[in-house]
């Protein structure tokens, strides 16, 4: 390990390098290197970086270095595009605070009541993470005051603003004090970008890492089309490559539907994420993909906006992205950590310019391969391995994942192998168990009780 990326070279205190090393960041990443150091010395920073680029805990780091666990005041303010982001940089900053004594850290999201929210509030917290448009609500009733901010921190800028919320931005800055520090994370750099950081920052630093992906972490497929063939390809492809988490693309709420209908018809299970959907939907669609019961997530790429899906195998560009950057981060969320992932993408004559704008980007040649390799759709299908369990009780009825676990593994019950994860929201929740054991683990649960009551339990098909 060189010396120059170790994090025991930064000015952080001993608690904080004996917390990294338990949590086993051994080395910063590149982005870490190149903004942790002007960060700490209280530069405002522009970062570019694709999402599992280690961003989160740069910032992290950054805004829990000058934190006072002593006052009970909004120190640092994070806001983030979307409610499932805000959830996972809010559980990475809980993890990075351990060290740092008794830090309080609120999540202010919409989609869920308000109320909470305010009861949160009165007892004080040290860093808000937060969606515009609740923030903004929270700070025009007076409930969030930001008085006391060193920090902001703008997580996946481009998003926001591709989501509209800019005067939501633009009015929460203006409610903080002129002397904080700003620190603008970006996985790409448009003209909106360019506009926030003239407007609300001072003489800001910018850091850019590669957002080129390694050739042997992810192999690339471009595929020219008819235009008429597009969704049916896009079957082909799944029933050829058979992978057990696709991630598909496409351009709008329409296309997305369109295309769910076209695999479901072929039997390969298949659900839509677009902005269109109200919060418990979303929440549903999500727990599903990530629990395997369902093996396509058909996006817009504003609805996938920040999420981090482990162990993606193929991401499908149904219609490739107007900008070459968004296609890198698309194509960025299958091969994490290490794995190897897949991308291939559909090239409508039209789309010409855009294929020749990724190839620029990317410096090298793209890797066109022959439709007629594809095999015909056979309506084999996709089934998913796994199958969920909707039950109608969760946090607010004190259930735990533990009583789920234990109603569906009790005596002469299913093998504790054959769940898989469990999801508890406020009102409900999911539990995925192996398809071949469904029916039998819906029996069960409906036939016995969990916590000592009956609750009502539905199998959700995809």
């Keep these: 390990m060189t010396d120059a990326l ?27 290197a190149a903004s942790l150091p002007l960060m700490l010395k209280g530069r405002d920073v522009i970062a570019q970086g694709k999402t599992g680029s280690g961003k989160t805990v740069a910032f992290g780091l950054a805004l829990l270095a000058p934190l006072n666990p002593r006052f009970f005041g ?40 308000i109320g909470p929210q305010i009861g949160s509030l009165e007892h004080g917290a040290h860093i808000i993470v937060g969606t515009p448009g609740r923030v903004q609500e929270h700070l025009r009733k007076g409930t969030l005051v930001v008085d006391g901010l060193n920090t902001l921190v703008l997580d996946e800028a481009d998003r926001m603003l591709d989501m509209g919320f800019y005067d939501s931005i633009a009015e929460i800055i203006n409610q903080t004090p002129s002397r904080r520090q700003t620190l603008l994370f970006s996985a790409t750099y448009p003209s909106g970008i360019q506009q926030l950081a003239a407007s609300f920052m001072r003489n800001p630093e910018q850091v850019q890492v590669a957002s080129q992906h390694d050739e042997q972490q992810i192999e690339q497929r471009f595929y020219e089309i008819d235009p008429r063939e597009r969704l049916p390809m896009v079957a082909r492809l799944l029933e050829k490559t058979r992978p057990s988490s696709c991630i ?7 296309q997305c539907q369109e295309l769910v209908d076209v695999l479901r018809a072929q039997h390969i299970a298949a659900l839509a ?48 992205a107007r900008d070459p950057e968004v296609h890198v981060h698309r194509i ?54 796994m199958q969920t369990l909707c039950i109608a009780a969760g946090r607010k009825d004190k ?63 995809v």
């Excluded at 499932?84 to 999540?107: C, P």
């Excluded at 677009?274 to 817009?300: I, K, M, P, W, Y």
């Excluded at 559909?346 to 855009?354: D, F, K």
């Design 74 to 113: 909004c120190q640092a303010l994070v806001l983030c595009p979307t409610r499932e982001l805000a959830d996972q940089v809010a559980k990475s900053l809980r993890q990075l605070a351990r060290a740092a004594g008794n830090i309080k850290i609120l999540t202010l999201c919409g989609g869920v009541p």
């Design 332 to 385: 960025g969320r299958s091969g994490r950590a290490g794995a190897t992932g897949l991308a291939f993408s559909l090239v409508a004559p039209a789309e010409g310019q855009r294929a020749q704008a990724i190839e620029e980007l990317q410096k090298r040649p793209l890797n066109w391969c022959d439709v007629a390799s594809l095999p015909a759709a056979s309506g084999a299908g996709l089934e998913p391995v």
């Design 273 to 320: 994420l677009h902005g269109d959907l109200e919060q418990r939907e979303r929440d549903e669609v999500l727990t599903l993909f990530a629990n395997r019961s369902c093996t396509v997530l058909v996006a817009t790429d504003v609805a996938a906006r920040g999420l981090d899906i482990a162990e993606l195998q193929l991401v499908i560009n149904v219609e490739l």
């Design 6 to 32: 170790a994090f025991a070279q930064l000015p952080l205190s001993a608690d904080l390098l004996a917390n990294l090393d338990a949590l086993g960041f051994a080395q910063m990443t590149p982005i870490q």
């Design 399 to 461: 259930l735990r994942p533990g009583d789920i676990l234990g109603a569906l593994t009790g005596d002469a019950g299913l093998a504790g192998a054959q769940v898989g994860k469990i999801a508890i929201f406020n009102f409900q929740a999911y539990v995925a168990v192996e398809r071949s054991v469904a029916k039998q683990a819906l029996k069960r649960l409906t036939a016995g009780k969990i916590k000592g009551r009956n609750l009502k339990v539905r199998l959700l098909s």
């Design 248 to 254: 598909a693309f496409c351009h709008t709420r329409q």
